[in-house]
Nanobody, 125 residues
Framework: QVHLVESGGGLVQAGGSLRLSCAAFGGTFSAYDVGWFRQSPGMEREFVAAIKWRGGLTKYADSVMGRFTISRDNAKSTVYLQMNSLKPEDTAVYYC??????????????????WGQGTQVTVSS
């Protein structure tokens, strides 16, 4: 089990950028695959991006492809989500989540066992 803490959220104008961080405490972070999800009021938590434990393999939701970049620094036990060209529809609470590394891509929230508390991202038009 790993404890996750997100940071970096805030208020930004449409077209702007933010970088979210997900710091991990406890466990062997390099043995986990990590995903970012987001949730708006009244909506289900949706997949945004994921990265494999080695960091070279990534996966994105179609809605953020080409605008968001997920990366990780295992030495710092941290995963990042660089968000560019932000749109008002990106407004949500963003969560990072982790699961024990395997060969599959996990894109649904129920597949992840460890979660952070979330960080609010608000994009104004």
């Amino acid at each position: 089990q790993v404890h996750l803490v997100e940071s970096g959220g805030g208020l930004v104008q449409a077209g702007g950028s933010l970088r979210l961080s997900c710091a991990a405490f406890g466990g062997t972070f390099s043995a986990y695959d990590v995903g970012w999800f987001r949730q708006s009021p009244g909506m289900e938590r949706e997949f945004v991006a994921a990265i494999k434990w080695r960091g070279g393999l990534t996966k994105y939701a179609d809605s953020v492809m080409g605008r968001f970049t997920i990366s990780r620094d295992n030495a710092k036990s941290t995963v990042y989500l660089q968000m560019n060209s932000l749109k008002p529809e990106d407004t949500a609470v963003y969560y990072c989540a982790a699961h024990w590394a395997n060969t599959d891509w996990y894109v649904t929230a129920t597949e992840y066992g460890d979660w952070g508390q979330g960080t609010q991202v608000t994009v104004s038009s």
